[in-house]
């Protein structure tokens, strides 16, 4: 395994419980002491416990070094490709510094397997870099696209919903049909295809996902401007099984690693391409979802009788969603750092994504408790749907805040609960 991020840490823990040895490589030795110790450096539902019991069966271990995993079968490259800073496009460069690093080491008879989500065309590169730069002749380049859910890695890996193998030889198909077996045996359906095909799934697959939520807070604006209701608007459309409930929640959007970088590099794609109108297409998707922000600050502004200026601000929620403590492009943290600079102060609060936002972002305030962070506030947001935020008690906080206003940015709360407690309630 090449990088030990979210992905690779749990590809490798989900490898060992498959029954593989396996060794995994990062060039950080803080990160690599950290899961030698078998401490997971993020929060990730079970995959500690998972974690340990690899190591300590010892079909895990972790290293600093590209040679220490040269002799391996099968390298799978788990690395980052975030957005550039200036365009759309996705940074390739660990991805490429991966392939040529191991193909200067390999010996084979091996693969080097992409799980690294890359624009299309990638794989392709990488295998002309491997074929020029190999140390010996059958190594072959293949790859096998990540589907994994935050929250629901150790699902994700142990039971995935389909694996899909980009392939160019049969020979290359053999040696994942192994690794998966016991998967593949367990009637996980598998798709072997090419390589472009393999890079697009999983763009394609978050791009939908993500039109999915942009659309319901369209007609969510719809529905705010017409007096209709979104949440049971959204129930009669999921009972359509040809387009059913999931991803139609109405609220604050999406954000995270994924999602919107994905998005993005279609678009990019399809632009690169050509594809002027499929461009547009897909960049109102991003464009949708992020004016939900935007809305969200001004139903603030609104509670607040005009201005954040002045006024005390409870965000509740840092991560972008549950059971992660992951920020990246957060819309709770977006809508909290935009409210600061409207002249709020802003106290957050979130189960286990603190530690994270107070690094990232430490000219917000952290309260430790729900009720520490809502203290004398002027305005409560709800923008995480964390089930701990669902299950508050409107009447507790009553004691404690300064004015009752509550913006519920994710419908997760019971208006009518709210209201019987005295709060100005908003969604």
């Known amino acids: 395994m090449v990088g030990t991020g979210y992905l690779g840490t749990a590809h490798a823990v989900g490898m060992a419980q498959l029954g593989h040895d396996v060794i995994a490589m990062d060039i950080e030795e803080e990160k690599i002491a950290r899961l030698s110790a078998c401490e997971l450096p993020f929060f990730e539902p079970g995959l500690g416990e998972l974690l340990r019991k690899s190591v300590e069966s010892g079909r895990l271990r972790f290293t600093t070094s590209y040679d220490d995993i040269a002799g391996a079968d099968v390298h799978f490259v788990c690395v980052g490709t975030p957005q550039l800073p200036d365009s759309f496009n996705a940074d390739l460069r660990w991805v490429e510094t991966a392939f040529a690093e191991l193909a200067r080491r390999v010996a084979g008879p091996a693969i080097i397997v992409g799980k690294s989500t890359v624009p299309v065309g990638t794989a392709r590169r990488m295998a002309d870099v491997v074929r020029e730069q190999a140390a010996g002749s059958l190594v072959e380049v293949a790859w096998n696209p990540e589907f994994l859910r935050e929250g629901h890695a150790v699902q994700d890996t142990l039971q995935p919903d389909r694996l899909i193998f980009g392939v160019e030889s049969r020979w290359a198909e053999k040696m994942l049909r192994a690794v998966y077996q016991s998967i593949i045996e367990d009637g996980c359906p598998l798709v072997v295809t090419d390589y472009a095909t393999a890079e697009l799934v999983k763009v394609s697959a978050n791009t939908f996902l993500a039109m999915k939520i942009s659309f319901i807070n369209a007609v969510a604006q719809i529905c705010e401007a017409t007096g209709a209701s979104v949440l049971p608007l959204a129930e009669a459309l999921g009972y359509d099984e040809r387009i059913g409930r999931r991803f139609l929640g109405p609220g604050l959007g999406f954000g995270g690693g994924c999602l919107p970088k994905d998005v993005r590099a279609l678009c990019a794609c399809a632009t690169d391409l050509g594809l002027d109108a499929v461009a547009t297409f897909i960049r109102q998707i991003d464009t949708v979802n992020l004016s939900r922000r935007d809305r969200a600050l001004g139903i603030g502004r ?15 929620g840092a991560a972008f969603k549950p059971n992660t403590d ?12 935009a409210a600061h600079r409207e002249g709020a102060r802003v106290v957050m609060y979130d189960p286990v994504a603190l530690n994270t936002a107070r690094r990232m972002h430490p000219e917000l305030e952290y309260g430790d408790t729900i009720v520490e962070a809502a203290r004398d506030a002027d305005l409560v947001m709800v923008l995480t749907d964390w089930t701990e935020f669902d299950d508050m008690n409107p009447a507790l906080l009553s ?7 509550v913006l519920d940015g994710r419908n997760a709360l019971a208006p009518e609960r709210w209201r019987a407690a005295g709060w100005t309630y908003r969604a």
């Open 302 to 316: 609104e509670l607040l009788g005009g201005a954040y200026a002045g006024k005390r601000v409870c965000v509740l």
């Open 326 to 337: 992951d920020v990246r492009d957060s819309p709770a943290i977006a809508v909290g750092v």
């Open 399 to 405: 004691e404690v805040v300064r004015s009752r206003n």
